[in-house]
Nanobody, 118 residues
């Protein structure tokens, strides 16, 4: 599975951005896709997750502001980020996960920088 993330950039507080993650390869085996983020000096954290059935979960800090969605025809997952705050500044990573013989196997895209600043 290969993941290609895009859409990061610089935005003012209160603004919006949409991240995209295009998946290729053995995508039929994917159980969930997610967006994580990691700020300097902090651990990587899960921001939003979407299952193959379309169920979604969000970190408390982004709930109501971020929306994860998927376009199965394009094998792409999106993260719509609204009402952005300076504390959302991070490198955002796309993740795909599959379960094989009770093992969790993760695939990662390259990070995309999101900077929220005036």
């Amino acid at each position: 599975v290969q993941l290609q993330a895009s859409g990061g950039g610089l935005v003012q507080p209160g603004g919006s951005l949409r991240l995209s993650c295009a998946a290729s390869g053995s995508i039929f085996s994917i159980n969930t896709m997610a967006w994580y983020r990691q700020a300097p000096g902090k651990e990587r954290e899960a921001v939003a997750v979407i299952t193959s059935a379309g169920g979604t979960t969000y970190a408390g800090s982004v709930k109501g502001r971020f929306t994860i969605s998927r376009d199965n025809a394009k094998n792409t997952v999106y993260l719509q980020m609204n009402s952005l705050k300076p504390e959302d500044t991070s490198v955002y990573y796309c993740n795909a996960r599959r379960v094989e013989d009770s093992r969790l196997i993760d695939y990662w895209g390259q990070g995309t920088q999101v900077t929220v600043s005036s």
